[in-house]
């Protein structure tokens, strides 16, 4: 028998395929018919129902107390953390508490929106996510640039795409829900490929032009991207003076990044660039994409600012007239217009961090600053965290420094199915059910797109998907679901959830049609995806009903309107903040010219891992070699005499950590490329063969960041290498 089911392991929630032979699930694998996904899956997707048996999977809540945890009731667990939580707002105030969730709830929409409303029902201002640590850029970019509310042109009709710092091959990210696909399906249109990046990735393999440039050299060659174009004449004038301003402020600031400069400066070729202007500008319909590589190198909000100037100034957006390719089916979409929204405040927009001067901006609060939002005393310091679906201790930066700032909370509440490096520091694990034990939908990938945030995120037709559990949990096990954990706490507390609609896009709408969880409530698992859908186009139930048939549902065609006469609002590409920023760029010396320390470590993604997720699974870990290589090319290896596969000492201006080299010819010489996420919590045996090195260990989230998100440099990082063994 064949189910169906929805893969939450990553953003990507690709629908699934399980069969089913006597009561167990003997394959799974992606589905052919799925007109988004075209068949795909991943290893871990494959691999999801062996991910619920893992024998590291916890399967009760664990309290810490003497010398180690105890397993405990969650009802018990719940008793305990309520009364820990209003002593802590009472004595320390509501900011004393804080929430952080990682990628793992971001694919439970529940999870989020129940912790959301539990932070507000405390009355804290404290919520950080894993965003700000990610692609912060992509949101300053999009506030400042604006919105073009006809949205993008979708891939399958684009005919030019230049991607800086994202490798979707691996990573599976960014460029639509079957990337391989759509790369495919792009060179048979005769689509052309820019791949810029220090590495010779599995994506910049099919490209038609790799600029294989040195890291932290991006808004150098996108701003000389520009000069080009405006240059070369392959910009759509009729649309730039219609619908942009700063035209001639950007104009002006990228007059210095001459090709040779440029080329120079990025180490790349100047023929190269002024190639990728023409292809990118003379096309007719492109896309700009940007990954995480750029952004953790500094500047990334120029970068992303200057990348969605590119697609202004050739005019690839949606224009009045067309179809648009998905009104929305789970979620209710803003009108389509062919108009700029206007650009947006991107920083101070709330609550302010004590730190650094930074605040809560268009990306969040800013998770770079969490650390000594917890170390330094005074009002509002942080004293009782919870941890969703998130591992500080191998994702934010400075991890001998989060060692210490988790370890002086009073309390540290995790939601985890697993003893990550966090959790170890916690005094309450809470496991919860799995993805094959819990309702799904779609939703979540459909909010990307609903965003217009940036183009490839978006399902390019009324695609929608919900499903329903296909496990029970282990038997005697006793797991909850994240919104199960907030809700009952917030009863435990006396204080009412406010749960808003993710399907209605007015705030003040969402915020009207609320419903209210008191102290009776108890809604059941379908009953909570109708309250955060309610209102959606196609009513969840009817998805829901659907989904073992149906995929792609009947939306009113909805066609992108006129600008409506008198409209002012134009997509600004000449914004005086990046302005000035291009213009320090264009005045200071290379990036690695101003480093002290002869390579730069860059940021990467590993198959059959998920940041620092999946090391349990033995079958997956053992294809990879048990750690996280760092890849060099092989004449810096020769240089410094090292071996491939020799343990290696890189260190930083923070610290040092051990790795196994790894030779590797498509890594740029000058820098080294190595996945974060791995080896152990300082202090614990970490033996590099076994469990890798601590990236996070060498990155610094004080001194390096971005002043207006506090993004840290987590890519183009400074680092000596030294071989251990000799
Ligand atoms: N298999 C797998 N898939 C994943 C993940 C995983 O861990 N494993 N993680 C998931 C997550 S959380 C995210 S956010 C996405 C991220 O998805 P992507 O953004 O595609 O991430 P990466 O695959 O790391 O690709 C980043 C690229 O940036 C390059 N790079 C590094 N520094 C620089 C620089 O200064 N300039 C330029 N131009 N390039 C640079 C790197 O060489 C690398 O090829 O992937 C998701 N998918
Ligand atoms: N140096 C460096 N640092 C980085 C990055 C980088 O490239 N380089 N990448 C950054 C990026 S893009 C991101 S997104 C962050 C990642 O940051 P995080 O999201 O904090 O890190 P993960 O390792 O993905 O942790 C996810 C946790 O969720 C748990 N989990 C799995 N399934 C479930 C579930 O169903 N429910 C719950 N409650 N938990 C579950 C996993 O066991 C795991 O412990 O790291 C950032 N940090
Ligand atoms: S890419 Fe892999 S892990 Fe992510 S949703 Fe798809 S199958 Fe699951
Ligand atoms: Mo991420």
Request: aromatic letters at 6%.
């Amino acid at each position: 028998m064949k189910k169906r089911t929805i893969c939450r392991v990553c953003h990507q929630l690709c629908p699934l395929i399980l069969e089913e032979q006597d009561g167990a699930i003997v394959k799974v694998h992606g589905d052919k018919d799925n007109p988004i996904y075209h068949g795909y899956s991943c290893i871990k997707g494959r691999e999801i129902a062996a991910y619920h048996d893992l024998p590291a999977r916890l399967l009760h809540p664990l309290k810490r107390g003497g010398d180690g945890f105890t397993e405990i009731s969650s009802a018990t667990a719940l008793d305990e953390i309520a009364g820990r939580l209003e002593a802590i707002r009472a004595e320390h105030g509501p900011r004393s508490i804080a929430l952080y969730c990682g990628t793992a709830a971001n694919n439970k929409p529940p999870s989020i929106i129940f912790g959301k409303a539990l932070l507000e029902a405390i009355g804290s201002p404290m919520y950080f996510n894993s965003q700000s640590i990610d692609q912060p850029g992509k949101f300053i970019a999009g506030a400042l640039h604006g919105v073009w509310q006809a949205g993008d042109p979708p891939l399958e009709t684009i005919d030019a795409a230049i991607m800086v710092g994202l490798n979707p091959m691996i990573s599976v990210s960014g460029f639509g829900f079957n990337p391989a696909w759509q790369l495919k399906q792009g060179r048979k249109r005769g689509m052309a490929l820019i791949v810029v990046d220090p590495r010779k990735t599995e994506t910049a393999e099919i490209a038609d032009l790799h600029l294989q440039c040195k890291p932290g050299e991006d808004p150098t060659i996108l701003a000389g991207i520009v000069r080009a174009m405006i240059e070369g004449g392959w910009c759509d004038h009729a649309f730039i003076a219609e619908e942009v301003s700063g035209f001639q402020a950007l104009r002006e600031a990228v007059a210095p990044f001459t090709p040779d400069y440029v080329a120079g400066r990025a180490g790349i070729d100047a023929d190269d660039l002024v190639k990728a202007a023409r292809i990118y500008g003379s096309a007719k319909r492109g896309g700009v994409f940007c990954g995480t590589g750029t952004n953790m190198a500094p500047r990334g909000n120029l970068t992303e600012y200057l990348g969605k100037s590119l697609q202004t100034l050739a005019g690839h957006w949606l224009r009045a007239g067309e179809a648009v390719p998905n009104s929305g089916v789970l979620l209710g979409r803003q009108p389509y217009i062919a108009a700029a929204s206007g650009p947006k405040p991107a920083w101070d927009l709330g609550e302010k961090s004590r730190m650094r001067g930074l605040a809560m901006g268009a990306a969040g609060m800013p998770t770079g600053t969490i650390l000594d939002e917890i170390l330094t005393s005074g009002e509002g310091q942080i004293r009782a965290l919870f941890v969703v679906g998130g591992n500080p201790m191998g994702a934010w930066p400075n991890q001998n420094k989060a060692l210490k700032a988790l370890q002086k909370l009073d309390l540290l509440i995790c939601i985890d199915p697993r003893l990550s490096g966090t959790a170890r520091l916690a005094h309450y694990v809470l496991p919860p059910k799995l993805p094959l034990e819990t309702y799904a939908t779609s939703a979540y990938a459909e909010s990307w797109g609903a965003s217009r945030l940036a183009t490839g995120l978006n399902y390019d037709r009324p695609y929608a998907m919900a499903t329903a559990p296909i496990l029970a949990p282990p038997a005697g096990s006793d797991v909850m679901e994240e919104w199960q954990v907030m809700l009952g706490i917030a009863q435990r507390m006396g204080r009412p959830l406010k749960i808003r609609s993710m399907s209605i896009p007015d705030p003040a709408k969402a915020n009207a049609q609320a419903t209210l969880l008191g102290a009776d409530a108890a809604p059941s698992p379908t009953d909570v995806w109708r309250m955060i859908l309610k209102d959606a186009p196609v009513p969840y139930d009817d998805v829901l009903n659907a989904s073992e048939t149906e995929c792609i549902f009947d939306v009113p065609e909805q066609i992108v309107a006129p600008k409506p006469a008198g409209w002012a609002a134009k997509l600004d590409i000449g914004n005086a903040t990046m302005i000035e920023e291009l213009g320090a760029v264009a005045t200071e010396r290379s990036y690695d010219q101003r480093q002290t320390r002869p390579y730069l470590l860059i940021s990467r993604r590993l198959n059959d891992v998920y940041n620092s997720q999946w090391r349990e699974h033995e079958k997956l870990l053992s294809r990879h070699g048990r750690h996280n290589p760092a890849y060099m090319n092989p004449t810096d290896l020769a240089a410094l005499k090292i071996d491939d596969g020799s343990l290696i000492e890189i260190e930083s201006d923070l610290a040092r950590i051990a790795a196994i080299a790894r030779a590797a010819p498509d890594i740029r010489s000058g820098c080294i490329s190595i996945a974060h996420g791995w080896g152990a919590n300082p202090g614990d045996i970490e033996v590099p063969e076994d469990v890798g090195g601590a990236v996070n260990r060498l990155c610094d989230d004080a001194t390096h960041y971005d002043r207006y998100t506090g993004m840290p440099r987590l890519s183009a990082v400074p680092v000596t290498v030294y071989s251990a063994e000799n």
